[in-house]
């Protein structure tokens, strides 16, 4: 095959050094061990802290204005601390502003979101020349230009042309992943893509049409990091309630999950953010009852104000939200129920915000995660009228992030006394007195005596509260 013959034509080199720094969500970071696993393969080395990299990839996120920004910062300091280095981006923002990424002094490619995970079949073909031969042009990006990688001087290579498919469906991008990238919990994209068009939100333009990789995939590379010994799996999705959709399959999470709990094995699985909508009975009773999953939900709400919903486009009410809150806290105290909240969409009055405040505090929500609206072009949100002033946003996000640790914190001291399962996110190790943990319920601790530990999943039980982390010792 032309890839495997690239791959033996690299290892005559000298050993390149790479780098990959990656902004945005955690399906970000799972494609860049993807990436990075896949240079390994081809005999690259990950450049020590401090080294030169003959290769430097940007993995970029587009979700706010502050994201593009921070982009561009990481990219300029790639070229300048890494003279002659092949810079490379990809993600979000450069699928959504390529020209604005290539304009940058030292950017050699430029790489749609999609093909992404193929990267390195594309270097593999470029590394070593110069000159690449191909003789399509660039010009301003328009819709067919997403997810085609752009050289430096303008040309593109898509996929076709470096001999594969489109996207995630060659062979090569089902590859399974072998490691976190240095994490303890392991990480599983099971979905790609979103449809929902939220008013504010760029993410359908950046990551396209629903994508579910097949159930027997998702197993498989589930099956291979427990194999590794992770004993938390986090199933990652741009929007992991429409799991199964694109194959006109009904209720495919909670299929997806059923099948995944049969694996044998001291493991726990984790779903990271589903939308309110997409959690039904049968997705409450697995979460709250099945040992296998942890009890714990992140539900983004957005906000507490109807006619904001409605405004965003988000399909539900505060009511509706109100109610799943209930019945899943109803059902175990102990969970972890995390939301997001946007502050000062376009249209949002201090009326509005301040039945946000009022709404949030009557819930009994544990985890935050709260965002100034910022204006992204290419958006609804972006041309509606009463956009508010960045320093009333900032004022707003502040008070809510105040009322909401103050939830936090009633919820973390309700926890003193409780016996919880928790996995380490740290390594022990002869100076660490204590050892980082997560428990089941989403909540950072410090385990005071990380001695003779088991392997896998254990109990801990909380002696008190410090620095919002439980403090909390083995059952022994
Ligand atoms: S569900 Fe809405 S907020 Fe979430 S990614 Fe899709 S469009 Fe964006």
Known sequence: MRFEIKKRKIKRFEIMRYTIQTLGCKVNQVDSIFVA??????????????????????NTCTVTARSDTQCRQMIRKAVRENPGARVVVTGCYAEMDPNAVRAIPGVTMVVGSRDKRRIPEMLAGNLNADKVGLEEENG?????????????????????????????????????????????????????????????????????????????????????????GFPEIVLTGIH?????????????????????????????IRLSSIEPAEVD??????????????????????????????????????????????????????????????????????GSFERTCRWIASLPLTHFHIFPYSQRPGTEAYAMDGQVDQAAKKERAARLREICRAMQVKFLSGMKGKTLRAVPTSKPGPANKTLSVLTGNYLSGRLMDPYDLPSGIFSVKVSGISDDKLLVYRVR
């Open 37 to 58: 696993e896949a240079l390994d393969g081809l005999g690259l080395q990950k450049a020590a802290l401090g080294e030169p990299a003959d290769l430097c990839i940007v």
């Open 140 to 228: 301003p990006r328009r819709p067919e230009d997403l997810s085609a990688a752009c050289l430096r001087d303008g040309r593109q290579v898509t996929p076709a042309q470096t001999g594969g498919q489109r996207g995630r469906e060659s062979s090569e991008s089902q590859r399974l992943i072998q490691g976190a990238g240095g994490r303890s919990r392991a990480f599983v994209m099971v979905q790609d893509g979103c449809r929902a068009f939220c008013a504010y939100c760029i993410v359908p333009q950046a990551r396209g049409p629903f994508k579910s990789v097949d159930a027997e995939q998702v197993e498989n590379q589930v099956r291979a990091l427990i194999e590794k």
């Open 240 to 268: 992991l309630g429409a799991y199964g959709v694109d194959r006109h399959e009904r209720r495919g999470l909670q299929r997806l999950i059923l099948r995944l709990i049969r694996i044998p094995g001291d493991f726990r």
């Open 281 to 350: 009975d049968e997705l409450i009773h697995l979460i709250t009852g099945e040992e296998k999953l942890c009890n714990h939900l992140h539900i983004p709400v957005q906000s507490g104000d109807d006619a904001i919903l409605r405004r965003m486009r988000r399909p539900y009410t505060t009511d509706a939200f109100f109610d799943l809150v209930f019945r899943l806290r109803a059902r175990d105290p102990e969970m972890g129920i995390g939301t997001d909240l946007i502050v000062g969409l376009p249209g949002e009055t201090g």
